[in-house]
């Protein structure tokens, strides 16, 4: 059974940093890519990061480039998300997605998905 | 960047009623869109993929047709467990991008 458990979350000020965790179990991690997608509240899906399975490329939505940074430990079968200079507009639930495929940028869908964990910018 | 736009965006409905929401992509993204199922305080749960495959596990009350730019997510005999929002997602190329959802509530 495929298992996504995100952690890393919390309440953090204003230009602070954060870095979220993705815990994958029941596949083969490394032969997958990887994504996060954050769903503000109330609001509906934006994604925001992919990486391939090998962790060689990786892909990043306009509002978060140069802040975000997404990696992968595929020998701790867990995927990373590092936020810096965090605006409000981050605030939001953020998802890890696992990618029906391995590149990237390949074409797949996303066929399973995390719980979440929250993310709340305020001062 | 690829647009992705539903309708309607609130859908009232009855148990056993015929549901059909509508997703519109800004150009040609083939069959590569995927409608996903998101209940209150859950995360997204995939439902059909390459517009019309049916992911496993999920009830064949579900279906979806379209290519090109024009897509449609149908539930033939709405259940008291199917009122949720769907969201209709893209994946021909990066960006990735979703509609905006569509809430089925009850009438």
């Known amino acids: 059974e495929v298992q996504l458990l995100e952690s890393g979350g919390g309440l953090v000020q204003p230009g602070g940093s954060l870095r979220l965790s993705c815990a994958a179990s029941?596949?083969?991690?490394?032969?997958?890519?990887m994504s996060w997608v954050r769903q503000a509240p109330g609001k509906g899906l934006e994604w925001v990061s992919a990486?391939?399975?090998?962790?060689?490329?990786?892909y990043y939505a306009d509002s978060v480039k140069g802040r975000f940074t997404i990696s992968r430990d595929n020998s701790k079968n867990t995927l990373y998300l590092q936020m810096n200079s965090l605006r409000a507009e981050d605030t939001a639930l953020y998802y890890c997605?696992?990618?029906?495929?391995?590149?990237?940028?390949?074409?797949?869908?996303?066929?399973?998905w995390g719980q979440g964990t929250l993310v709340t910018v305020s001062s | 960047d690829i647009q992705m736009t539903q309708s309607p965006s609130t859908l009232s409905a009855s148990v056993g009623d015929r549901v059909t929401i509508t997703c519109r992509a800004s150009?040609?993204?083939?069959?590569?869109l995927a409608w996903y199922q998101q209940k209150p305080g859950k995360a997204p749960k995939l439902l059909i993929y390459?517009?019309?495959s049916l992911e496993s596990g999920v009830p064949s009350r579900f279906s979806g047709s379209g290519s090109g730019t024009e897509f449609t997510l149908t539930i033939s005999s709405l259940q008291p467990d199917d009122f949720a929002t769907y969201y209709c997602?893209?994946?021909?190329?990066?960006?990735?991008?979703f509609g905006q959802g569509t809430k089925v509530e009850i009438k």
């Open positions: 997605a696992k990618r029906s495929g391995s590149a990237a940028a390949g074409i797949s869908y996303f066929d399973y």
């Open positions: 029941g596949f083969t991690f490394s032969s997958y890519a």
């Open positions: 990486i391939s399975g090998s962790g060689g490329t990786t």
């Open positions: 150009q040609s993204i083939s069959s590569w």
């Open positions: 390459k517009a019309s």
């Open positions: 997602q893209h994946y021909n190329s990066y960006p990735w991008t």
